[in-house]
Structure formats: C-alpha cells, structure tokens
T-cell receptor, first 116, second 111 residues
Framework: NAGVTQTPKFRILKIGQSMTLQCAQD?????MYWYRQDPGMGLKLIYY???????DKGEVPNGYNVSRSTTEDFPLRLELAAPSQTSVYFC???????????????FGPGTRLTVT | DAKTTQPPSMDCAEGRAANLPCNHS???????VYWYRQIHSQGPQYIIH???NNETNEMASLIITEDRKSSTLILPHATLRDTAVYYC????????????FGSGTKLNVKP
C-alpha cells in the first residue's frame, strides 16, 4: 500500500491565484482530514470527511473548500490565495468500522505552499 | 476537549529511556490521551493512546496517573532516529473536529 499520498510536494502561488491540493489514500479508510501547520506550530484542522459525500469544517476552514466524491480522494481547494495561507498542508486518513470514532490517523508527507 | 501542557524541549542520551511528560489536568472521563510524533517536518506518526490503564506497544509505553491529570510517554531505549517533536493530545474518541496538536516537546537524542 502507498498509504496517504499528496501532490504536489511544493508549490509557489501568487496572491489571488487558485489551486487544488490532491490527497489520496489506498487503505479504504472512511475518514479523511486536511491540516495546516505554520512554522513552529502544531497542526490545525481545516476540513474533515467521515465518508464519501460528507464533509465538515474544522478549526480554520476560511479560504478553503473540499469535496469527497470517492472514498479514496479528498482534494483541498484554495480560492484567491493569500500570504496567510503560506503553510505546510497535511492530509490524513483513519478508519472506524463502527462509525463511533477512531484512534490512529495516517498522515501524508505534506505539501509546502508559499503564497507571494 | 482538554488542553495539554508539555515542556518545549528535552534532551536524552542515546540508549537511555526518554520520559516525556504531559499535563492534562482538565481531562474529562471520556477523553483519551494520544501521543504522536513528527520527525523533521514529515507527517505526524501515531505512537500510542490510552484511556486510564497503562499501555505498551512496540514503540513506547504510556503511563497515565490514577487521577488521569497527567501522563508520561516512555521510549525505553532512545535512538538518534527518535529525535522528533512529540505531541500529547486529549480527545473524546468520537469528536472528529477536536484534535488539537499544540506545540509539543522537541526531544533531542544525543550520542
């Protein structure tokens, strides 16, 4: 299994541009998440999904959108990029057979985004 | 979810046990304690979790005090590859929206 994969690894955007960060997992996990990590800080949850077709906001959703059309993919869309969105973005997935929760999240390698 | 307090950094000699403390004095009865680590800007890696009993797996041991207000992650024989930021997180298991990583403890394992 490849686990959680993210593309691209690095990206530089100009202010006002848009882009989509791709995330895919091949572990048949029902839950998927997007986090951002600013320098020297912990991770903050942007959006999460508990299954295909179901998404919800996390702690810092403004400026982002997500969709979950399949179990495997969970793209993150940045509209009108701003310098405040310069960060490292991590995608994660987890599995809960009962739907009552999860214990272990698996993280991708991250996408380093710079907005100038 | 309860907040956690961790020292910003710790040193440990290679081959010795690394004991990483975490204070979670406001933890509630249905909140689990999780430990993750992040090696040099890679994606975080799950280590262990527990509710009230001590737990052990192939990576580490988790000791939770009887009143559950604090816990200690123990790496029994630290290696240079264990140098990382270690995050202690408390969370209700079904609360998907609440998984705060905080700033963690930077563990420096020295030869």
């Amino acid at each position: 299994n490849a686990g959680v994969t993210q593309t691209p690894k690095f990206r530089i955007l100009k202010i006002g541009q848009s882009m989509t960060l791709q995330c895919a997992q091949d572990m048949n996990h029902n839950y998927m998440y997007w986090y951002r990590q600013d320098p020297g800080m912990g991770l903050k949850l942007i959006y999460y999904s508990v299954g295909a077709g179901i998404t919800d906001k996390g702690e810092v959703p403004n400026g982002y959108n997500v969709s979950r059309s399949t179990t495997e993919d969970f793209p993150l869309r940045l509209e009108l990029a701003a310098p405040s969105q310069t960060s490292v973005y991590f995608c994660a997935s987890s599995y809960s057979p009962s739907g009552l929760g999860f214990y272990e999240q698996y993280f991708g390698p991250g996408t380093r985004l710079t907005v100038t | 979810d309860a907040k956690t307090t961790q020292p910003p950094s710790m040193d440990c000699a290679e081959g010795r046990a690394a004991n990483l403390p975490c204070n979670h004095s406001t933890i509630s009865g249905n909140e689990y304690v999780y430990w993750y680590r992040q090696i040099h800007s890679q994606g975080p890696q799950y280590i262990i979790h527990g509710l009230k009993n001590n737990e052990t797996n192939e990576m580490a041991s988790l000791i939770i005090t009887e009143d559950r207000k604090s816990s200690t992650l123990i790496l029994p024989h630290a290696t240079l590859r264990d140098t990382a930021v270690y995050y202690c997180i408390v969370r209700v298991v079904h609360n998907f929206n609440k998984f705060y990583f905080g700033s963690g403890t930077k563990l420096n394992v020295k030869p």
